[in-house]
């Protein structure tokens, strides 16, 4: 059985991999996967993703992979050797899924599709040429997409979690980002659920940045966070 502090993962977003590994050791044991980032990874952040793996870490690569087949299949192997977990990947398209599919080969990394990124709108949908789905539509369209090439998992706002339930089934991952634990600050997240609300929309992980690393306690945080679940508030 999953305990609560096993759905988090917490978002190393920092601009240092000093300040990341310093979060990381305060955390370590108290949370189910570390995520590293872009911002992280162009600052020396695979060398931390290594150093957790092999301190026993589970490590999600938020790398949101896009590029010709032939790229994308690469990459993802070069990932798979790394050790980590999970490895996002854009599903827009089956050719991109399908290549990512082929590199991971019959190691234990976990795909995660993005479904549609949820700062984008029905008139960024149009500008994209996208005009027939709206966001919510499109990310449902998606998951199944991603579902069908052989993803363990999508990424989705915790809005959609629910019909994306319905859509990809029980066995698929569901993971949430745009968390706040009830009466916290927003910040710049717009469409945000609680922990507990999450979960039960269908969400298996959360992924958790700010509310747990900006925290005058991140391990009080989580605590905190962990207890809201129990309670389902
Ligand atoms: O600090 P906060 O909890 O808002 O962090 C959220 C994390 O989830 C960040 O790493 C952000 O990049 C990521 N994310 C998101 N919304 C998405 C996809 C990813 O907030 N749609």
């Known amino acids: ?13 920092f601009r240092s991999v000093r300040e990341a590994r310093d979060m990381s050791n305060r955390l370590k044991g108290r949370v189910g996967v570390f995520k ?31 590029d010709i087949g032939h790229t994308v299949m690469q990459a993802t192997k070069a990932v798979a050797r790394l050790g980590v977990s999970f490895l996002t990947v854009h599903a827009v398209d ?7 599919v082929e590199g991971r080969g019959d190691s234990a990394l976990k795909l995660l599709g993005v479904t549609v990124m949820t700062n984008l709108d029905i008139d960024d949908l149009k500008q994209q040429g996208i005009a027939e789905h709206s966001p919510s539509q499109l990310a449902i369209k998606r998951a199944q997409m991603a579902a069908n090439c052989g993803f363990e998992g999508v990424i989705t706002s915790g809005h959609e979690a629910s019909a994306i339930r319905d859509t990809i ?13 009830a009466g916290a600050d ?6 945000v659920m609680t922990p507990a609300r999450a979960l039960s929309a269908g969400a298996d992980y959360l992924v958790i940045g700010r509310p747990i690393t900006q925290a005058d306690d991140p391990v009080a945080a989580v605590e905190a966070i962990a207890a809201q679940i129990e309670v389902g508030a």
């Open 1 to 13: 059985m999953i305990t609560p502090k096993e759905r988090i993962i917490v978002a190393l977003d």
């Open 36 to 66: 590293i980032g872009m911002e992280l990874v162009y600052s020396g952040g695979l060398e931390l993703a290594v150093e957790l793996v092999e301190g026993g870490d589970q490590v999600f690569l938020d790398l949101k992979l896009l």
């Open 94 to 100: 089956e050719k991109t899924m399908t290549a990512a």
């Open 169 to 181: 089934g029980a066995d698929k991952l569901i993971i949430t980002p745009g968390i706040r634990p």
């Open 186 to 191: 927003i910040g710049d997240q717009s469409r």
